[in-house]
Nanobody, 127 residues
Framework: QVQLVESGGGLVQPGGSLRLSCAASGSIFSINVMGWYRQAPGKQRELVAS???????TYAASVKGRFTISGDNAKNTVALQMNNLNPEDTAVYYC?????????????????????WGQGTLVTVSS
């Protein structure tokens, strides 16, 4: 069973910064993509940023230039540095990973492509 553990949420004033971290543990053969999503009250969950194993990153237009995603393939971790935060960034932030699980059978190996979510961490931007 693979788990994602997030940390780093909290209360920050407008214009401030926070850093979110996420660590994956469990039966992981490899991770293809890790990312951060967020869900504000009354809104749908949306992609904030993602990073593939080769290092290519993607950002939502609303956070480009303010947020930076980084990953460590060896440690199966991902971080999100959030700068110049504003009240519209207030949401529960979820870590997400698309990974491969290797299942070794008596004769053959099988590779399952799976997805896992973290429990979420609350970020509140308010004065």
């Amino acid at each position: 069973q693979v788990q994602l553990v997030e940390s780093g949420g909290g209360l920050v004033q407008p214009g401030g910064s926070l850093r979110l971290s996420c660590a994956a543990s469990g039966s992981i053969f490899s991770i293809n993509v890790m990312g951060w999503y967020r869900q504000a009250p009354g809104k749908q969950r949306e992609l904030v940023a993602s990073i593939i194993s080769g290092g290519t990153t993607t950002y939502a237009a609303s956070v480009k230039g303010r947020f930076t995603i980084s990953g460590d393939n060896a440690k199966n971790t991902v971080a999100l540095q959030m700068n110049n935060l504003n009240p519209e960034d207030t949401a529960v932030y979820y870590c997400n990973a698309h990974y491969i699980e290797e299942v070794v059978g008596r004769i053959l190996k099988r590779y399952n492509h799976l997805e896992v979510w973290g429990q979420g961490t609350l970020v509140t931007v308010s004065s």
